[in-house]
């Protein structure tokens, strides 16, 4: 029951949370898909164990798997616990992925400018 691919299906069956469903995911899916960006969409990373030591997982929004990228939409009603948000990313920093967050009004007002600049990171990388 703790694999991450049945946390999912169990989320989605339930509707308590919005895995890949979000408008700002959405726009930010065709924006990398039109770029040829290869990615994974709520990619499970295992970062730790719960108190029963079964393994947790996060799942961001997007992840360039080959170059150890994420990219997460940040919301303006899913994202407003900023102490949240900055101790998931350091979990992600200190696993080795390199995480770049978008927020909704950039995503809204131009979407592909947030993919450029993923692409622009690819291209260091």
């Known amino acids: 029951?703790?694999?991450?691919?049945?946390?999912?299906?169990?989320?989605?069956?339930?509707?308590s949370k919005n895995y890949g469903g979000t408008w700002i995911e959405k726009k930010m899916h065709w924006a990398l898909t039109k770029l040829g960006i290869t990615f994974e969409s709520q990619y499970p990373?295992?970062?730790?164990?719960?108190?029963l030591s079964r393994p947790?997982?996060?799942?961001?929004?997007?992840?360039?798997v080959?170059?150890?990228?994420?990219?997460?939409?940040?919301?303006?009603?899913?994202?407003?616990?900023?102490?949240r948000d900055s101790l998931r990313q350091s979990r992600l920093?200190?696993?080795?992925?390199q995480?770049?967050?978008?927020p909704e009004d950039a995503i809204k007002s131009n979407v592909m400018s947030c993919a450029y600049k993923v692409q622009s990171v690819l291209s260091v990388a």
């Open 45 to 51: 990373i295992k970062y730790g164990l719960d108190i």
């Open 99 to 102: 995480v770049l967050r978008f």
């Open 1 to 15: 029951l703790q694999q991450p691919e049945n946390i999912i299906k169990g989320h989605k069956a339930c509707g």
């Open 66 to 83: 080959d170059n150890k990228v994420l990219i997460e939409c940040d919301g303006k009603q899913y994202h407003k616990n900023k102490k």
């Open 56 to 64: 947790r997982y996060y799942f961001p929004d997007f992840a360039l």
């Open 93 to 97: 920093e200190e696993l080795g992925w």
